[in-house]
């Protein structure tokens, strides 16, 4: 009885954690057509899903019945073999979002819940037919219909939540175009009223069948009353739209935009809860119904009739919920990938391309002049009018922070989601609120003609990443609930102990990895930041030399130091700051034009100056590669170390090039630029010395005191070493160039 005890309150333990790990990743569904639009300040947009979260919280009874009897049949399982299906499926679930979280990818809560409910369930039935002789056939225990179902419907709303999306979206813009505000004063008050009106349909009345709070009569008087309170509800937010415009020229738009967040924050609660807390809850009566039958280990055959859910479990994981929302780090890297991929701007694309998206793209541009060339011009060219963005970019252009898309995107984005969400959660139906959402996003960003011929290929690339690691939860999910079940089956309390501290190793070791790299992503958009101001550009160059002498300094002296003393870690260490180096400087490099273009009118002329900055800090980064690389190989290949008198020329190498680095970054920030000449001479030293160790490389070579690979390496690195001396030097002359011309 303890034990079993101690296994509910580690499922509750769990179930917070699941809701922590869980919100930062669906965070996501809510917040980004608010964000990305820029709607309101933050804090606004905030509370008004925070809002929604605590409403919505309650209308998830009717969702809990999935985790109790949606996936298994309870009735065939007794409570010691639940409480393990239990135990795996949180386990299982708390690792994989927090792993998704990590590197910054939304996956769906719905799809992961449903393949661990149906990974652990087979686990222990299979566990059940081989030590039970009198055990049943496996589909007497897997609910196998209503998993497919539950399948089907997610895999359709992929599809549907893309075509509804690019559809709804581009009617929206042949209506109202990209210049809206003329429209919207004539036609605003109507969109925003139907808008509204949609969304209270589908979560106020689908939606409240399901609240826990709901009485027959209320049910009954909507269910006879449906279309008097739609229209109504058109009516009376139609009136209102028009008399918040006419007095107190309100924005309609931002008014719809705020409720579908609101909406879409209470349908995410409402349809994603049981995800959460579903399995906790279901634990939970399986030990009542053990306890009440006297402590025996009985067939849980109660879990499969109709359970009420308390309010007050409901509104206590809607406020845990909201604090995460508020304070999760990783709900906004997990944000940031959407909010790429459906930015209205071109520029840096943080995915590659694919031959898949080239094939795709290529067939898609053959289409349109096919169909240019068919239909009328006049037709094609009205079309064309309808979404031209000359106009809104120019307009954008002048904003300091400008949003990634407008408000006509966001509020679609929103009343899409928001509807089809909820009429999935007033069937039961519990369909990935990130798939919805996600696949809305990204329709309405093709439809509205987001994905252009510059950026279509990375975006289809990025877009088929997300939905591949969405295919990825779906094994991965049932795979390791399957052993983690298998592995709580065979060793019990044990394995349940140290499953849980291996979890929260994990976890400890995620979040300071996280921070790591959060940290580091800071330094890169301060780096990468587009100024508006001649000023600006000079004080954001200084740093992000600096910052390029000082890593490229830190990683030529560990390499050298690591090659010394044959530390492979070290030098994979170093290779990884490499990467980042080259990462951070290559960004920069992609958003040169952005810089330039938001430079003032009369300052154009200093961009030439600005790109030799960045094209000399580019080669540096490169130059520190190319040392490092060929030392690693190296190394990791067990060639034979360098002699003494090649570690003792390296070291002299180093020093003397850390003397070099400090005084290129001191004239940097004093702007002290007479002092270059000194740096000439400290260069012209350091070739000196280079010239002179390769000399005695070669006489080394003649006497055959080295190798063929130690003399590749060696050369290679004296080679290189001189390189990147003079991509530094000319890095701090063309800053000097820049700086002049300015000033």
Not at 87 to 98: E, P, R
Not at 410 to 431: E, Y
Not at 556 to 567: H, M, P, R, V
């Amino acid at each position: 009885m303890d034990i079993y005890l101690f296994f509910v309150f580690v499922l509750f333990a769990l179930a917070i954690t699941d809701l922590i790990v869980g919100v930062s990743n669906d965070a996501v569904n809510f917040l980004n057509s608010a964000l990305g639009s820029k709607v309101a300040p933050r804090h606004i947009i905030m509370i008004v899903a925070s809002l929604g979260i605590i409403v919505g919280a309650t209308f998830s009874n009717g969702m809990m019945e999935v985790a109790r009897k949606g996936i298994f049949h309870p009735q065939n399982y007794y409570f010691t073999e639940i409480m393990v299906v239990f135990l795996a499926v949180m386990l299982t679930d708390i690792l994989l979002l927090d792993f998704f979280n990590t590197i910054g990818l939304p996956t769906s809560t719905t799809v992961s819940i449903v393949f661990e409910l149906l990974g652990a369930a087979v686990a222990v039935a299979v566990v059940k037919i081989t030590t039970q002789p009198d055990a049943l056939p496996i589909s007497e225990y897997i609910n196998s219909g209503k998993a497919l179902v539950i399948i089907a419907g997610i895999l359709l709303s992929v599809v549907v939540a893309f075509s509804v999306g690019a559809m709804v979206q581009w009617i929206s813009r042949l209506l109202f175009t990209f210049n809206f505000e003329r429209p919207i004063k004539y036609f605003g008050a109507i969109w925003g009223g139907l808008a509204i009106a949609i969304i209270t349909y589908f979560i106020l009345i689908k939606g409240a069948k399901s609240a826990s709070f709901m009485t027959h009569d209320m049910k009954d008087f909507i269910k006879e009353n449906t279309i008097l309170i739609l229209t109504i509800s058109f009516a009376f937010w139609t009136v209102l739209m028009q008399l918040l415009n006419w007095i107190f020229k309100t924005n309609i738009l931002k008014v719809v935009v705020l409720a579908g967040t609101f909406a879409l924050a209470m349908a995410f609660a409402g349809n994603d809860l049981v995800n959460f807390i579903g399995v906790p809850l279901a634990g939970f009566e399986a030990f009542k119904l053990f306890n009440a039958n006297g402590g025996n280990d009985i067939l849980m055959a109660g879990l499969a009739a109709k359970v009420h859910t308390p309010t007050i479990y409901l509104l206590i994981a809607g406020l845990i919920m909201v604090v995460t929302i508020w304070f999760s780090k990783k709900a906004r890297s997990v944000t940031e990938t959407e909010l790429n991929l459906a930015r209205q701007d071109e520029g840096f694309e943080r995915w590659s391309s694919s031959t898949f998206a080239r094939l795709l793209v290529g067939r898609a541009v053959g289409s349109s002049t096919f169909f240019s060339t068919v239909l009328p011009k006049p037709f094609v060219n009205s079309i064309k009018n309808r979404f031209d963005q000359t106009a809104y970019n120019k307009k954008i252009q002048k904003q300091a922070n400008p949003p990634m898309f407008d408000l006509i995107r966001a509020s679609v984005n929103l009343t899409v989601a928001s509807i089809l969400i909820s009429f999935a959660t007033s069937l039961k139906l519990p369909l990935s609120t990130t798939y919805v959402t996600f696949m809305v996003a990204m329709g309405t960003s093709l439809a509205d003609g987001a994905w252009g011929r510059d950026s279509a290929v990375y975006r289809i690339t990025g877009v088929f990443t997300v939905i591949g690691g969405w295919f990825l939860t779906a094994i991965v999910a049932f795979t390791v609930a399957f052993v983690i079940a298998l592995i709580i089956s065979w060793v019990k309390l044990a394995a349940v102990i140290a499953l849980v501290v291996f979890a929260v190793i994990i976890l400890l070791r995620t979040n300071k990895t996280h921070k790591k790299r959060s940290k580091a992503k800071v330094e890169v958009e301060i780096d990468n930041e587009v100024s508006s101001s001649v000023d600006k550009v000079l004080i954001k160059c200084s740093k992000s030399l600096n910052s390029v002498l000082n890593d490229a300094l830190i990683i030529f002296s560990k390499t050298a130091q690591g090659l010394i003393d044959e530390n492979r870690k070290e030098l994979r260490k170093q290779w990884q700051t490499t990467l980042e180096l080259n990462k951070r400087v290559k960004e920069q490099k992609d958003k040169v034009h952005l810089t330039i273009s938001e430079l003032q009118q009369e300052s154009i002329e200093t961009g030439h100056f600005y790109v030799q900055v960045i094209d000399y800090q580019r080669e540096l980064a490169h130059s520190v590669s190319f040392i490092l690389e060929p030392v690693l190989k190296h190394v990791e290949n067990h060639h034979k170390a360098i002699l003494p008198v090649q570690a003792e020329e390296l070291q002299k190498l180093v020093n003397g090039i850390a003397i070099f680095s400090n005084k290129l970054q001191s004239i940097i920030f004093d702007e002290n630029f007479e002092e270059i000449e000194n740096a000439v001479e400290i260069q012209s030293l350091l070739i000196n010395d280079i010239n002179s160790y390769r000399k005695a490389q070669i006489k080394r070579i003649k006497n055959k005191d080295v190798g063929t690979r130690n003399s590749m390496l060696y050369m290679n690195l004296m080679s290189e070493t001189k390189n990147m001396l003079f991509n530094a030097l000319n890095m701090v002359k063309a800053q000097r160039d820049f700086v002049s011309d300015t000033k």
